[in-house]
């Protein structure tokens, strides 16, 4: 007989933590009656004599979801007998996820390369983050730090798709106003409390062929005048 509250344990639960108790009933007399217990090795789990027949299933170890999100622990028990007789029972067990994993970003750093005079609201690039968490834990959210291109706000140049990443030129650069510039994205995923990281986008402009030639000198009859 397995009773349990739950098939169910989270994964940040102590050693310790009680999981079922089982009860053996063996209805021989003497010797053929008399039974021992115990499970599979390699799980993090314990059978703990309680008395009698009664054997109690603990937490042995630590939990990782992300690394073994379910067990099926298989409980043997077997009789003294000649020959011996043996019963199989087993305890499936969801571990619950807990929010113990930060966003990781594809790449710490990314270096964008965008052509100048580009229409507004172009997709300069896409950055990702993925959280090896469940459900809600693992919904990821991206923003852009505040911070400045020169004496302008960054919001004024670019801004970022929440949902996935997507980050939008919203003017038109140009190579000869400036060549360069660098954001921060943060990336939040839903548990609570939540986590974050970070990443650094530098956006370098190309240049394109698009001012003619001046002749400096010397100067035309108009400009002399």
């Known amino acids: 007989i397995v009773s349990s509250d739950s098939d169910e344990i989270s994964e940040d639960a102590i050693p310790g933590t009680v999981v079922a108790f089982i009860n053996i009933a063996d209805l021989d007399s003497s010797d053929n009656g008399e039974t021992s217990c115990h499970i599979q090795e390699n799980v993090p789990f314990m059978l703990q004599p309680s008395y009698k027949n009664y054997y109690t299933l603990k937490l042995n170890g630590s939990l990782d979801r992300e690394k073994d999100p379910e067990y099926n622990i298989t409980i043997i028990a077997i009789d003294k007998g000649s020959p011996p007789l043996s019963a199989v029972r087993t305890v499936s067990l969801k571990i619950v996820d807990i929010n113990d994993n930060p966003p990781q970003f594809s790449k710490a750093t990314y270096n964008v390369y965008v052509r100048e005079n580009n229409p507004p609201g172009y ?43 997507n980050v939008y030129a919203l003017r038109s650069f140009d190579y000869e106003a400036f060549r360069e510039f660098s954001m921060v ?9 939540p986590l974050s990281a970070n990443a650094t986008v530098n956006i370098f402009i190309q240049d394109e062929n698009d001012n003619s030639p001046k002749i400096l000198y010397p100067m035309s009859s108009e400009e002399a005048t």
Do not use: M
């Open 123 to 165: 997709v300069i690039h896409t950055v990702e983050a993925k959280d090896p968490d469940w459900n809600q834990n693992a919904q990821v959210t991206y923003s852009i730090v505040p911070g400045y291109v020169g004496e302008s706000l960054i919001s004024t140049y670019v801004s970022i798709n929440p949902d996935n990443g």
């Open 185 to 193: 994205v943060k990336a939040v995923d839903g548990g609570s409390p």
